[in-house]
């Protein structure tokens, strides 16, 4: 079922398959790494601005290449006694 949508999709679109499953995966994988440096960083606004807006990874580059690059996560150790 989900094969057959996809394959008529791609017809619709004059695209292969294997081109449209790259394109998810390399958007899926640029996104999940911006929103946990964004999340680690609490950077809400760019949070919620990755999370609605779709750029096939273009927006979560530049984040993560010019924005995040000049913040550090700081981690406090506490230690037990």
Excluded: C, D, P, Q
């Amino acid at each position: 079922m989900f094969m057959e949508s996809l394959n008529n999709l791609a017809s619709i679109l004059g695209v292969n398959v294997f081109l449209i499953v790259g394109v998810v995966i390399w958007t899926l994988a640029w996104k999940g790494v911006a929103l946990w440096r964004a999340a680690r960083l609490n950077h809400r606004n760019w949070f919620i601005t990755l999370i609605i807006i779709n750029t096939l990874g273009i927006l979560e580059i530049i984040y993560l290449f010019f924005v995040a690059r000049r913040y550090k996560v700081l981690v406090e150790v506490i230690e037990e006694k």
